[in-house]
């Protein structure tokens, strides 16, 4: 089977940095991904980690290690925008199954 | 492109009756998921198709869910009868063969009484 786990919530304030990160198990790997959800609205795509090490996306980075079977976003210089629900989600084969989410809030 | 597109985006309906979800995916793209998002139970894969095939309804929770792809550019899934523990948002998404990001639509947020 699969599962992923992640912190249900995470608190910080602006111009912070904050790590989330996601551990997983799961019998067939090709990828970790990372998406984004504000209240009310679709998941958006964020980034993939395919192979071990950091990806820079501007003021988000995602990293993997497949031996450790875990990964996290980080988020730096925080905005109030960037409140909102992130996922990981483990990619087996063609389909990608997610975690249950992290609550980021950001004060100001 | 439009991106993905849903209807109904709000449906609210009683016990009993039939629901009929609608997407249309990204022109393109040879994938499509249907998902259902709840408190409880999070983001949950339903079922996907790979160029108009399902592949995988593993996740489809009994017989009263069916889904269908009549060509690359519509999709339905069905809930008859609806129950109450079915209101949940269902999400649809779409990628292209190669790459890696799902597009998700806005959702149909549905409410059974």
């Known amino acids: 089977g699969q599962s992923l786990e992640q912190p249900s919530e995470v608190t910080a304030v602006e111009g912070a940095i904050v790590q989330i990160n996601c551990t997983y198990q799961t019998s067939g790997f090709y990828g970790l991904s990372w998406y984004q959800q504000h209240d009310g609205g679709a998941p958006t795509f964020l980034s993939y980690n395919a192979l071990d090490g950091l990806e820079e996306t501007g003021r988000f980075s995602s990293f993997l290690s497949r031996s450790d079977s875990y990964g996290y976003l980080l988020l730096q210089e925080l905005q109030m925008k960037d409140s909102a629900s992130y996922f990981c989600?483990?990619?087996?084969?063609?389909?990608?199954?997610f975690g249950t989410g992290t609550r980021l809030q950001v004060f100001p | 492109d439009a991106g993905v597109i849903q209807s109904p985006r709000h449906e609210v309906t009683e016990m009993g009756q039939e629901v009929t979800l609608r997407c249309k995916p990204i022109s393109g793209h040879d994938y499509l998921f249907w998902y259902r998002q709840t408190m409880m139970r999070g983001l949950e894969l339903l079922i996907y198709?790979?160029?108009?095939?399902?592949?995988?309804d593993s996740g489809m929770p009994e017989d009263r869910f069916s889904a269908k792809m009549p060509n690359a550019s519509f999709s339905t899934l069905k809930i008859q009868p609806s129950e109450p523990r079915d209101s949940a948002v269902y999400f649809c998404?779409?990628?292209?063969?190669?790459?890696?990001?799902?597009?998700f639509g806005p959702g149909t947020r549905l409410l059974v009484l």
């Open positions: 198709f790979n160029n108009n095939v399902p592949i995988d």
């Open positions: 989600a483990v990619r087996g084969t063609d389909k990608l199954i």
């Open positions: 998404a779409s990628r292209p063969s190669e790459g890696q990001t799902q597009y």
